[in-house]
């Protein structure tokens, strides 16, 4: 129990690999972009237990650079999914106060993804609730790799030292440098993977897998999730004894 107490929190931010839809859509004979449609409707479910728990950072896995690779339906259906869902939503983040933002390589997506995307972003930049971070055409190397050519680049520049780059200070040159790091990571459907998410910021999260299929998650499953990190002791290196003693300062 003494563990459950040093750590009786909600996590800060909570990433999600949402996994499955396609397997969702073929286990009822159903097209995968099925699975897609009603994983958005588990999206929107989600979204909203979160603000209501009250967590700050909700960041969701929704398109892998990656994903570029699959057949050109489902990627423009992914497409169009998305900006429908983006305009649709955007009335219930204002009246959540919910801030949304985007992570990824915003250039490889579609022009009318891009706007609404934008529009989206602008319209709820002074929102100081939940802040909802979308990853799209999101890849952890490729943006680690962006990172340090930056970096390389305000060296050449004379604007960096090499002796001032710290943890921190490359953390502001990555596409999360606004966020916190994740301190639980949810992924569905089975995969133990972490595929090429958030590398560099995940690494002192809790990871959570769960057999169930990203169109089934609901509020029970989150809950389930959010417990089991209840119960965790997190120790970021240092022994309990150590940990306790921070603590009770
Ligand atoms: C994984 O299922 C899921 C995705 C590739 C994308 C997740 C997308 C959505 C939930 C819908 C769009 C998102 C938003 C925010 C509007 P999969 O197709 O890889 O499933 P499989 O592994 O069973 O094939």
Same mark, same amino acid.
């Given at each position: ?111 009318? @993804?891009?706007?609404? +995307?934008?529009? *989206? ?6 929102? &100081?609730?939940?802040?909802? !971070?979308? $990853? =799209? ?18 060296? @050449?520049?004379?604007? +960096?030292?090499? *002796? ?6 490359? &953390?502001?040159?990555?596409? !999360?440098? $606004? =966020? ?41 499953? =989150? ?27």
């Amino acid at each position: 129990m003494a563990d459950a107490v040093l750590n009786g929190k909600l996590p800060n931010h909570l990433a999600i690999i949402m996994d499955g839809n396609g397997r969702w859509a073929q286990a009822r004979m159903l097209p995968r972009i099925m699975g897609h449609r009603k994983g958005v409707q588990t999206v929107r479910l989600i979204v909203e237990e979160c603000t209501k728990v009250g967590i700050r950072f909700l960041t969701l896995f929704a398109f892998s650079a990656e994903n570029w690779s699959r057949p050109k339906t489902e990627v423009r259906s992914l497409m169009s999914l998305l900006k429908k869902y983006i305009r649709l939503e955007v009335p219930r983040m204002m009246r959540n106060n919910t801030r949304f933002r985007v992570i990824g390589n915003r250039d490889d997506l579609p022009e009318d @993804v891009r706007i609404a +995307l934008d529009d *989206a972003m602008a319209v709820t930049a002074g929102n &100081s609730g939940m802040t909802l !971070t979308l $990853a =799209l055409s999101y890849g952890s190397r490729q943006e680690i790799l962006q990172a340090a050519k930056a970096v390389a680049a305000d060296i @050449v520049n004379g604007r +960096l030292l090499p *002796a001032e780059l710290t943890e921190n200070s490359f &953390s502001d040159y990555l596409y !999360t440098a $606004a =966020l916190p790091d994740p301190d639980l990571l949810i992924r569905t459907s089975g995969e133990m993977r972490i595929s090429n998410f958030m590398l560099w910021q995940l690494a002192y999260a809790e990871l959570y897998f769960t057999e169930v299929n990203w169109p089934d998650f609901g509020r029970e499953e =989150l809950h389930k999730a959010l417990n089991d990190y209840r119960l965790r002791e997190r120790r970021f290196g240092l022994t309990s004894d150590q940990l306790r003693s921070v603590i009770s300062g």
